[in-house]
């Protein structure tokens, strides 16, 4: 498997000549999900969940389909009939020839006068794990974890417990966008020493075979 790097939440998964997406927002390039078989939304912040990009990859690929949680199929499902599915924690399918399980329920806390929304996170082939916007744990082994570094509902410390909770072989950084480049060599620096996994930072657009 193949993982590339988008900008902010959004990474692209390929295997055996196919690709799957997981959250081409709005901080992610205008084509991060064009060329993609499946495409999955974590939930419906617009960093994670832009109509005009997902829009633009079902029209480019008449085969493409969506899996995501009701509030984002919701938007989206009358103009695509039958290629919007909607999932919850539990739920296990096949997308693009990819093995996918769902985990998680709700966003992390913003705070506490803010209502929490849904949120799932998925695991993919049993190996690849992105939250999306929440620090769940996933009853399953995960051999590379999608992490969320820099948001306005964590901290570091958070983040170095959730790494160590989880117990990835690795962590990759997403959820990055607003994260200075001053800033990026300290949570290299912690997240490396601290968290008791391999930490990878790669820049948008940068790959890594899993």
Known sequence: MRLTKKKHACIRLEKDGRTLVVDPGAFSEEDAAVGADAVLVTHEHPDHFDEGRLRAALEANAEAEIWTLRSVAEKISAAFPG????VGHGDTFAAAGFDVQVHGELHAVIHPDLPRITNVGYLVDGSVFHPGDA????DHPVETLMLPVHAPWNKIA?????VREVKPRRSVDIHDAL??????????QHLGNLSGAEHD???PGETADL
């Open 158 to 162: 958070e983040i170095i417990d959730y």
């Open 83 to 86: 290629r919007v599915h909607t």
């Open 179 to 188: 994260l200075t480049d001053l800033a990026r060599p300290l949570y290299d």
């Open 201 to 203: 930072r790669l820049g």
């Open 135 to 138: 620090l769940t744990v996933p």
